[in-house]
């Protein structure tokens, strides 16, 4: 009978060394997702600002990240983020508005309270823009996760 002895400590020890570099590269990506998601989020809110959207505040104040592992949500909770967006009423941007006028009261900062009249509110995109151009930032904190040792 023959006998043969393999000695697999250099391979647990090379095992070892691709599973830290794994979990490295995985803790490196996690955090290149968090600083790009941060980087959308704060164009968001420059949007919000730049396009002078700020009433009451509360639309700037929701705007924010959730992260999941890999995965990143930026947005708000208030439906009222997604009127902004696309529009509501005849200015839908898919049509799908309301067609005949009606009325709300108005309590703002901007003008005085009481009730106004509207066919709806015209589309004045803040967070899709905000995509597009975090885009380039994202993925270079992606890229540099990737690179980098």
Sequence with gaps: MIRINIDTSEVKKAIAQIQAFRQYKEARLMIAVQKGA??????????????DMIDTGELYRSVDTVQTGFDAW?????????????????YAVHGNGRKTPWRYYYRGR???????????????PWLIPAFTEGIPEFQKE???????W
């Design 38 to 51: 941060e980087a959308i989020e704060d164009k968001a809110r420059e949007n919000l600002v730049e396009n």
């Design 74 to 90: 930026i947005g708000t909770p208030h439906k009222y983020g997604l009127y902004q967006e696309y529009g509501t009423g005849i």
């Design 110 to 124: 901007k003008y005085p309270h009481g009730w106004r009249w509207t066919r709806g509110n015209k589309p004045q």
């Design 142 to 148: 992606i890229i540099d996760a990737l690179r980098g």
